[in-house]
């Protein structure tokens, strides 16, 4: 299984991104029930974003991005979207997609595939 993300870029507070995870190889259904962003400012641990339940949809999110940020999947294209709205100067950092078979969705160290990591820049 490869994971591609892409979307990142530079933004001003209170604008708009939306990044996408595509994802490939024939055993991503066998391996795979959750996938899930996470994000990575300098000097800081990589930390959990949202997840979503790849069969049955149902999402989770931290507490710093719920209400602005929507993780979504499109099962057809195998490919997992982060909308992300009403940015903040905190919210900078790398942000990564991962899969997994997890039973936390929220536990980075339960997902098995990562992809390579797209930068996020907020302009204050």
């Known amino acids: 299984v490869q994971l591609q993300a892409s979307g990142g870029g530079l933004v001003q507070a209170g604008g708009s991104l939306r990044l996408s995870c595509a994802a490939s190889g024939r055993t991503f259904s066998r391996y795979v029930n959750v996938m899930g962003w996470f994000r990575q400012a300098p000097g800081k641990e990589r930390e959990f974003v949202a997840a979503?339940?790849?069969?049955?949809?149902?999402?989770t999110y931290a507490d710093s991005v719920k209400g602005r940020f929507t993780i979504s999947r499109d099962n057809a294209k195998n490919t997992v979207y982060l909308q992300m709205n009403s940015l903040k100067p905190e919210d900078t950092a790398v942000y990564y997609c991962a899969g997994g078979s997890n039973r936390n969705p929220r536990n980075r160290d339960e997902y098995r595939y990562w992809g390579q990591g797209t930068q996020v820049t907020v302009s204050s």
């Open positions: 979503v339940n790849w069969s049955v949809g149902s999402t």
